[in-house]
């Protein structure tokens, strides 16, 4: 049984602080401007929020997919919302509901039934209504109805990629470790993948979790926290970081995971200041200790399936899940389960192509590497949706195959070019791009995982 919830109470959509790792993804989403945030927390306003759903799907972390039952004369404002650092604990649904009752019943004494009905619906029992206050909001979430609608309603406010993972990819865990009960790991090795005459300082750190377990798949990301606190004396914010190790480690068969950091310094690529956590991480030294939470992710993950052809697109560090992906696939090279590689690859030069020499050392049969470079001297500029175009038969052969999943990582900016120029792929082949992007996002084969 779904029966509604009395007019006197409210389901209000929550955001637990102890999970969100302040991504944005959630206000990018809401379709309504519903959700906000300040230094603090990401908030959902209640007098805006109109339940739709459209924020839960796409979370990395699940952060958003929370509920509290409450009277709607006390519902927890935007300014409540920033000051938690938890979330407050659900008031006893059966007082509640006992409450609105007392109301209702008091309203149908002084103005008549067409009051009461409005007020709240009737209940034969106690146990009957405590039953209808359960079935309706005391899992803490909306009814599967509500759910699919706000499915729907995601793909339809992104209309960029997947809200769902490919059918083949493995399970994934998330949020094995939190704020409160971070799990420590060891740093084993922090090198430099850029050149050493290269502006961009970018790394490649490998950290080692010893015994305590912390299963990740490729396109999964971890949250680091940074030592100190903030302006406010509150300890800093975990900062998200995909992973570039497969899911058997930096090393085979060991403990650990990599990651594909770059130095933001004040000054450079429009930085007015050094980035605190990222310092952090290209500071560090063998046998330093950090803080980990995570992992997240459930959506941007790997196919499965034997013989899985990957199309990925990255600029920068957003070659993490790539490099993650590529060295999956290189690992098997010697049995049948691979498909086609395609990689399209942007930087600004070659110096300042994270992972370039090990990357040209990749077989030409294994993957087919595109690189886009943007400032390299004596060259034009060339950017990763000018190689799709050029490659636009190969890429569209590749999007028509079942067998194909598209992972698109790198700075926010690269989304629309990419889009269009995978339907430049499509409409000059004489195909409707908006009836193959529907089906690539419905399978779970297109995946952006932008900053």
Known sequence: MNAPLPASLLKQHLIDPEICIRCNTCEETCPIDAITHDGNNYVVNPDVCNGCMACVPPCPTGSIDNWRVIPRARAYGVDDQFGWDALPPQEPVESLLAEAQAVAQAVAGQGGASASADAAPAFATPESASAALASAALAGAPDDALIEEGVAAAAVVVNRGATVPPWSAAHPYVNLYTHKEPVVATVVGNYRVTDDAADSDVRHIVLDFGEASFP??????????????????????????????????????????????KRVAAGRDGNTHDGLCSNYLCDLAKHDTVRVIGPFGNTFLMPGRSGANLLMICTGTGSAPMRAMTERCRRRMDGKENGKLMLFFGARTRRELPYFGPLMKLPADFIDINLALSREPGQPKRYVQDLIVERAADVLALLNDDKTCVYVCGLKGMETGVLDALEHAAVQAGQDWSILHQALCRQGRLHFETY
């Open 216 to 261: 990740v798949l490729e396109g999964q990301s971890i949250g680091i926290l940074p030592p100190g606190v903030d302006a406010r004396g509150r300890p800093h914010h975990a900062r998200q970081y995909s992973v570039a190790s497969p899911r058997d480690g930096e090393r085979p068969g060991y403990n650990n995971l990599s990651l594909t950091v």
